[in-house]
Structures are given as structure tokens and as C-alpha cells.
């Protein structure tokens, strides 16, 4: 465990924990109701696997644990006042191959430790995976009324990147059974279109999935709660009192892109598809394309 712990700090990692591989029905009953609400609005995918989210031993053969890991993409550094907004996870290039990428350091960094091949895939929110469940039973937090995971020191700004395989620690880590949200009710009273509720979100409400995933227009019910944001949101981050403690990310790919620091709408307006390939290669902006972006504007 140790060692384990030591390679993923080595590898990047701001935290790391690993949890034996269990059956989660209690959250596969949670996912269906979420999905007969119809809160999934348009991700239809959310419905697809559901038999190998909720075990991990179907999605890989023989696996025995799951290792979990976060990565802090944190910065204070804000875009200039007036411009249009994006949720801070966008400044830079693109996260799931910048932790994926470490993800299989890590895994080869087992394999030499280990002195053994150890078999397994790694998964970076793109797989029916159910990541908060194993961060929490990781010990890397619990997860918050904005249904996002909270890690006591480095707040709710991290991504989940997970090794499901068939490598044995010497011992697992423990469950964070604890809920510190409390009485805090922030996260819900703040999100502009009330999309929160109980620990879960009705994506059908929420500017992230509505500016990011939706295929179709926007209702105009909450295009009029947009403000500024035309890629995700970060209201329910930036009041929450976890976050005050977050520190600054060192990861040198999630540097802010300088020009989606400080674009005007007249310049994203203007902009053709061979400079938008060029100042945004590599960033998660490319999801939603320029054409959707413009809609979005
Ligand atoms: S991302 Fe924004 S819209 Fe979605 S739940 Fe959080 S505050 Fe609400
Ligand atoms: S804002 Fe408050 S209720 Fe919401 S996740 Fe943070 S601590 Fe929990």
C-alpha cells in the first residue's frame, strides 16, 4: 500500500487510495432511479452497462481492486472580467489523456514493483465506471451535496482517474464514512437554475450538460440563467467552503490557454475553424465543436 501510494505521488498524483472490488448495487439502484426521473436528460449512454458499472470484475477479467486517483486542477487564476466563461477544468488541454497518461505510468510503475504483469485497464470519466463510489470507499473523500466528491485538503477541483485490475495490495484502504457538508446547503441554494437536490443532479437543469452535451437548442428557460458561461459551470465549486483551502494544480498541460483567457464574444463570433483548431488542439472545447460554441454564445 505504501509503495503504492509512493509511485502515484511519484507519478503526479495528489492523492491515491486502492479498495478490493465489490458488487455496488445500492448505487446501481440509485443510477436507475436517477435514470427514471429522467434526470440523465439526453446521455442516454448513462443507461448502457449498467451490469458492468455496477461490477467492475464483468468491465475487466480477474480483477480483484481498484486503484483511484486525483488529480487537482485548481488554479485562482481567473479569465479577464467581461469575457465569455468556462469551467476552470477547461483552461487547459484536455484531461483525459493528461491522466490517463499517468494512469498507465502508474501501472507500469506496479508491474516493476510488483516484478509481476498485472492485468488491467485504465478509466477517466469515459467509461460506465462509478468513480465517486471508489474514491469514497478509497478514503479520498465523500461525496457532496453538489454530487461531487470533496477531498478534505484539496477540495472538490480534482479529476478521478481509476486502475481496475488484478493487482494485490497489502492491505486496502479504508472507506471515508463521514459526510462533512453538514448543514451547509450552499451548493444548492447557489446553482442558478435549481438543478440540485438531495445529492443529485436533473442534468435537464444544469448549464454543464446543457452547454456541453446537448444536441439540441438550449430551452430558453435556462439560457436566461447562463450569464456569461458558454462551456460547463462552476457555480456549485466556487461556493463551496471545501474549496477555500484549494491550492494551485502543478500540472503543466492545465496551464490556462491564453487565448481562452481573454477571447471577447465579438472575437469568438468571428473566429474561423482553422484558428479555432489552432489555439484550441488539444482542449476539451473541441466536445462541443466551434459550431455548438457559437450556438451556445
Ligand atoms: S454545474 Fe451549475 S447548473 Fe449544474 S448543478 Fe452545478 S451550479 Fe447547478
Ligand atoms: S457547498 Fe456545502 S453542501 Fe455543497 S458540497 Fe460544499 S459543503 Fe456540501
Redesign the pocket.
Known amino acids: 500500500m505504501e509503495s503504492l501510494l509512493k509511485k502515484a505521488r511519484e507519478c503526479g498524483f495528489d492523492a491515491c487510495g486502492v479498495v478490493p472490488v465489490d458488487v455496488l448495487s445500492r448505487e446501481r439502484e440509485r443510477l436507475e432511479r436517477w435514470i427514471g426521473q429522467g434526470f440523465h436528460a439526453g446521455m442516454n449512454y448513462m443507461a448502457n452497462n449498467i451490469e458492468k458499472r455496477e461490477n467492475p470484475a464483468l468491465l475487466v477479467e480477474g480483477a480483484c481492486s481498484v486503484i483511484v486517483t486525483l488529480t487537482n486542477y485548481y488554479t485562482p487564476k481567473l479569465q479577464s472580467e467581461g469575457i465569455p466563461v468556462v469551467a476552470r477544468y477547461a483552461y487547459g488541454k484536455d484531461y483525459h489523456r493528461v491522466v490517463k497518461d499517468r494512469l498507465f505510468k502508474l501501472h507500469t510503475c506496479l508491474e516493476e514493483v510488483t516484478g509481476r504483469k498485472i492485468t488491467g485497464r485504465a478509466f477517466v470519466d469515459s467509461a460506465p465506471v462509478f468513480e465517486h463510489e471508489w474514491a469514497r470507499r478509497a478514503g479520498l473523500g465523500w461525496i457532496?451535496?453538489?454530487s461531487?466528491l470533496?477531498h478534505p485538503r484539496l477540495g472538490s477541483y480534482c479529476f478521478i482517474g481509476v486502475i481496475i485490475s488484478d493487482f494485490e495490495p497489502s492491505r486496502y484502504s479504508l472507506p471515508e464514512e463521514r459526510n462533512?457538508?453538514g448543514q451547509?446547503?450552499?451548493?444548492?441554494e447557489t446553482c442558478p437554475t435549481g438543478a440540485l437536490s438531495s445529492h443529485e443532479v436533473n442534468a435537464n437543469l444544469c448549464i454543464s450538460y446543457n452547454s456541453i452535451e446537448r444536441k439540441d437548442d438550449i430551452p430558453s428557460e435556462i439560457k436566461k440563467k447562463m450569464g456569461d458561461r458558454f462551456f460547463g459551470c462552476d457555480a456549485?465549486q466556487e461556493?463551496?467552503?471545501?474549496n477555500r483551502k484549494a491550492v494551485l494544480h502543478h500540472v503543466e498541460e492545465f496551464s490556462p490557454n491564453e487565448w481562452l483567457m481573454r477571447m471577447s464574444r465579438d472575437e469568438w463570433l468571428a473566429l474561423d475553424e482553422e484558428a479555432f483548431q489552432v489555439r484550441f488542439k488539444e482542449s476539451p472545447l473541441q466536445r462541443p465543436g466551434l459550431e455548438r460554441i457559437k450556438h451556445n454564445l
Do not use: A, D
Not at 461556493?239 to 471545501?242: E, L, M, S
Open positions: 457532496g451535496r453538489n461531487l470533496i462533512f457538508c451547509c446547503n450552499r451548493c444548492v456549485c461556493v463551496c467552503p471545501w
